[in-house]
T-cell receptor, first 116, second 113 residues
């Protein structure tokens, strides 16, 4: 099955800088979601972007989606030390059966470190 | 509104034992899915339940099973535990219909010794 691939695998920046993470996937999707995970904790939902949307904003987060390139990017502006976490993109599985939507396919994640 | 609640948060089991993990979805959410997260394999889909029926299943052996109750609460069970089953098990819930946000709980950390 398809899998999203985040790039870079690790990113280290200073507080106040912007952080950009990229995600590529292999087949068509209905929507793409970005999640944050602090070490040892659960996943926190950040943004969902549908296949007919190109860009979405939420506070300091900006997500873009290019379905022709099968890629998405997550931009965190004016980063803070509290943004230190792993970030994952997740796509729905086009092979979902019977209306199933809970089958998300995750990438390996980008580990972001924001230094104060 | 309470989020997805998973219990227990941490547990240690011995090889060969079985374990049951519990998940209470967000109120009103009828779709519940389970994921396994390990350093080597990342996040992998286990199964999804809706209205007490398994709607989709990932590529895991039959030792992994689950169920959903009429109140949408879900449990997953792993029998004959192996060392490789040590992982963070995450439960997620969502409203029905495409394009709905999927919310995750804090997970249950399982260590098999």
């Amino acid at each position: 099955s398809q899998q999203g691939e985040e790039d870079p695998q690790a990113l280290s920046i200073q507080e106040g800088e912007n952080a950009t993470m990229n995600c590529s996937y292999k087949t068509s999707i209905n929507n793409l979601q970005w999640y944050r995970q602090n070490s040892g904790r659960g996943l926190v939902h950040l943004i969902l972007i549908r296949s007919n949307e190109r860009e979405k904003h939420s506070g300091r987060l900006r997500v873009t989606l290019d379905t022709s390139k099968k890629s998405s990017s997550l931009l965190i502006t004016a980063s803070r030390a509290a943004d230190t976490a792993s970030y994952f993109c997740a796509t729905d599985d086009p092979m979902n059966y019977g209306g199933s939507q809970g089958n998300l396919i995750f990438g390996k994640g980008t580990k972001l470190s924001v230094k104060p | 509104k309470a989020g997805v609640t998973q219990t227990p948060r941490y547990l240690i089991k011995t090889r060969g034992q079985q374990v049951t993990l519990s998940c209470s979805p967000i109120s009103g959410h009828r779709s519940v899915s389970w994921y396994q997260q390990t350093p080597g394999q990342g996040l992998q889909f286990l199964f999804e339940y809706f209205s007490e029926t398994q709607r989709n299943k990932g590529n895991f052996p039959g030792r992994f099973s689950g169920r959903q109750f009429s109140n949408s609460r879900s449990e997953m069970n792993v029998s004959t535990l192996e060392l490789g089953d040590s992982a963070l098990y995450l439960c997620a819930s969502s409203l029905t219909g495409p394009g709905n946000t999927i919310y995750f709980g804090e997970g249950s950390w399982l260590t098999v010794v």
